[in-house]
């Protein structure tokens, strides 16, 4: 696979590729038998025991697993893998079981014509301070304590929760800007810079760090190529899953910046209120809530770590270097690294030097800088074992990607987009926010760039997500230059509130309703809750008088609508894209098993599964699970094997291959009344051997008329395919998709198809 301008090209046949990828997956996010919601099993012995050997499945589950991604239309594989699964057991201490059953599975992935970007996965660090990816002995490197991460608000971690059922949905993304994650991405980045006084084994910890981490990818490039899977398989590398900023460019370390909109819920301290809360000091910290026009002061709140610090103590440390065998320089004492460097002082709990982050401010530099200087260290070594990857170079959360240097020219841009709305709510609402204009200051400053950037009803909401993608495609055109765009993560949650079926009647009085209520939003702080959640008296009832909502495989389903605009604002800017994701072990109750997100596009009826959702629909008349299909199409169904997430947008065309540029791609989802509509138009290119080859779905598109198979149904409704010129075919594979080929020689003529499928039929 090669780049050229913004596109993707296969190299023997000079064709233009869109890929339409998923990331493989969450489940590798934790190791095999240590969910995030179970206590038993975490930190034992430093994790350095872990495996994850096996996530997301065995390699002996791989052919059911690829098959039915091939069978979706994915052709492109994001694969996580974590820094923890290579070097969990201690520095330098690899393991060569989990290296083994990575190469296996790509292997696996050559048979079934898949190719693969491999991901280095991590969130908020590590799983120690609730996230993923990280060794457990970084932490103990750095002198942190994990077991008291709980008390000192140093991070919330799910497995340390007092109630996991309750673990705040969401909440684990605040713990970038908490004591832990951030003291450690500083380190990572600019430790030298920051904390100078941290050498271990003669060497800087931020060497240290970054010289692991990339040995450990390195390690992995040398497996791939020694087993022949660069460029047939293994396409490219990620550069690290959403960086974290840590106290790099902090402004003033007492508060926050005054048009910070980012992501807050929960208890949000300062960075020196963190450090106070770390050194075991009762700290009163802000509280956030999330509203629908971003995040909301809520108050103060005191916490009290009750003794407790997020520092390992002197005789801890000097247990963990021995173990480790680490030496450190004699300044490096136990405690908080940032009193040690005189940021504040702990016998009079006061800052002392409030600026010390600024480092725009004093050296005219900033995160980028050191990010990008990390960048180079890394792709300098990873292209020496493969030097015609693809570098998937991704920018800091939200963030514009810095300019590369001249000496890399095969990148592409891969940042993450997510509805943040419908992401933390679990509600597809009638209103929305445009989030990264917002953030990029295209609506000015002060309190009405929110109502600026609010976006009312579902034509505004679609249009606002398209904007969106366009925003960060033309900044990657801007500082990364003219390269592919592929936005490596987006997805929808599939535990949504439930839409209860409704008259237009009620629909059009409960729009009226909330935009009133938002209006005067002063007058009403204290009903806001009540109302949403009091029932519609037009809504339809059952026979036993409860609310009945739109099932999950409904035109009118939460996630089916939310899904279809998310994936068609990629489509819009004509951007390849990895949902996120497939966990094939995604639970009824606990979700992808990780921080109780839920973002599957699979999950197994099962036994087990029918009893839990049984038990949650009694629990709440409300419940996500009472959407569940009634009936599931074939789409929905291999091998005996039922998805009950078999959402309708998911299964749509896809030109995966195009004998020219692409000019648009437009989708109308199937309803009731709307048959399913694929509309797909390219400037044909003289210099591209072989046809257009699009991915189309039976279950909304069955084969024309002309073809016929021992798989067609016989009563089925044929579909419809209209040519500006050239010729087609259809490309026959098994019950669940065929591909539609498309020849059109002789010149350079814009080019139309037009594709039309079925209506859902009433159940």
């Not at 140093?154 to 909440?171: G, Y």
């Not at 933390?424 to 760039?449: E, F, Q």
């Not at 899904?563 to 894209?577: C, K, P, R, W």
């Not at 009731?672 to 797909?680: D, E, P, R, Y």
Request: with cysteine; hydrophobic share 35%; charged share 20%.
């Amino acid at each position: 696979m090669q780049v050229n301008g913004p596109w993707f090209i296969e190299p023997k046949t000079n064709r233009k590729v869109i890929f339409r990828g998923v990331n493989l997956s969450g489940g590798t996010k934790i190791p095999g038998g240590v969910p995030s919601h179970e206590r038993n099993g975490y930190w034992v012995d430093y994790d350095r025991k872990v495996s994850f050997v096996g996530r997301p499945f065995p390699i002996g589950e791989a052919d059911i697993h690829l098959q039915r991604l091939v069978d979706h239309g994915f052709n492109l594989l994001r694969l996580m893998v974590t820094w923890e699964a290579i070097e969990h057991e201690g520095p330098g201490i690899y393991d060569e079981d989990y290296l083994n059953y990575v190469i296996e599975l790509l292997i696996k992935c050559k048979e079934y014509g898949l190719k693969v970007y491999l991901n280095p996965h991590q969130d908020t660090w590590s799983r120690h301070c609730g996230g993923s990816g990280h060794p457990g002995w970084t932490h103990t490197l750095v002198g942190l304590n994990p077991l008291n991460f709980p008390e000192t608000n140093a991070a919330i971690v799910h497995n340390l929760h007092q109630n996991p059922e309750k673990f705040p949905k969401m909440i684990w993304n605040t713990n970038y800007q908490k004591l832990a994650a951030a003291t450690l991405f500083t380190l990572f980045f600019a430790g030298k810079t920051f904390a100078p006084k941290c050498v271990v084994n003669g060497v800087h910890v931020q060497d240290y760090l970054q010289s692991h981490y990339i040995n450990a990818y390195i390690l992995l490039a040398q497996r791939v190529k020694k087993h022949n899977l660069q460029g047939d398989v293994v396409i490219g590398y990620d550069t690290m899953n959403e960086p974290g900023q840590g106290y790099i460019g902090w402004p003033d370390l007492t508060g926050r910046p005054s048009e910070d909109v980012d992501f807050k819920k929960g208890l949000t301290p300062t960075p020196f209120e963190s450090m106070l809360l770390g050194h075991g000091v009762a700290t009163e910290v802000d509280d956030w809530v999330f509203t629908w026009r971003g995040p909301k002061k809520n108050g103060r709140i005191l916490v009290d770590p009750k003794g407790f610090q997020a520092w390992l103590s002197t005789e801890e440390q000097h247990v963990a270097d021995q173990l480790f065998e680490w030496k450190r320089s004699p300044e490096w004492k136990a405690g908080c690294i940032w009193a040690n460097h005189g940021v504040w002082d702990p016998s009079t709990k006061t800052i002392t030097r409030p600026n010390y982050f600024n480092i725009q401010k004093q050296q005219n530099k900033n995160y980028g800088y050191y990010w990008l200087e990390f960048i180079k260290l890394y792709s300098t070594q990873l292209l020496e074992i493969h030097p015609d990857a693809i570098l998937f170079i991704q920018p800091p959360i939200m963030e514009r990607a810095p300019s590369m240097p001249s000496t890399l020219t095969n990148l592409a841009l891969c940042p993450h987009w997510y509805d943040g709305l419908t992401l933390v709510k679990k509600k597809w609402c009638s209103y929305n926010v445009d989030y990264i204009n917002l953030k990029r200051g295209k609506y000015g400053n002060g309190p009405l760039r929110f109502l600026r950037a609010l976006r009312l009803g579902e034509k505004a909401i679609r249009q606002s997500f398209v904007d969106q993608i366009e925003t960060l495609k033309l900044e990657g055109l801007e500082t990364l230059g003219n390269y592919p765009f592929i936005i490596g993560e987006i997805g929808i949650p599939y535990d949504m509130e439930p839409v209860k079926q409704k008259s237009v009647v009620t629909m059009t009085m409960e729009w009226f309703s909330w935009l009133f209520v938002q209006l005067f939003d002063q007058f009403w702080k204290n009903n806001k809750d009540k109302r949403v959640t009091t029932k519609s008296k037009h809504a339809t009832t059952d026979k036993k008088g409860k609310d009945k909502y739109y099932l999950m495989n409904s035109p009118e389903a939460p996630q089916n609508k939310a899904m279809d605009a998310s994936i068609n604002a990629a489509e819009q800017n004509l951007v390849s894209y990895t949902l996120w994701n497939y966990v094939p072990d995604n639970h009824p109750k606990w979700g992808d098993l990780w921080n109780g997100e839920d973002l599957s596009i699979w999950q197994e009826d099962t036994s087990m599964s029918a009893l839990i959702r049984e038990e949650l629909m009694e629990q709440s008349d409300t419940s996500s699970e009472t959407l569940l299909p009634e009936t599931i199409t074939k789409a929905g169904r291999d091998n005996n094997n039922v998805n009950v997430r078999d959402i309708i947008s998911l299964h749509r065309p896809h030109a995966h291959i195009v004998a020219g540029t692409p000019l648009s791609v437009e989708y109308i989802s199937p309803t009731h009344k709307q048959q399913a509509t694929f509309i797909f138009s390219f400037k044909n290119s003289l210099q591209a051997e072989g046809a257009t080859e699009i991915y189309v779905p039976t279950v909304h598109f069955p084969l024309p008329a002309e073809v016929d198979t021992p798989w067609k149904e016989e009563d089925s409704t044929s579909s419809k395919i209209e040519v500006s010129g050239g010729q087609w075919k259809a490309q026959t594979h098994n019950e669940k998709y065929w591909t539609l080929l498309w020849w059109c020689d002789g010149d350079e003529a814009d080019q139309e198809l037009r594709l039309e499928g079925r209506i859902i039929p009433e159940l």
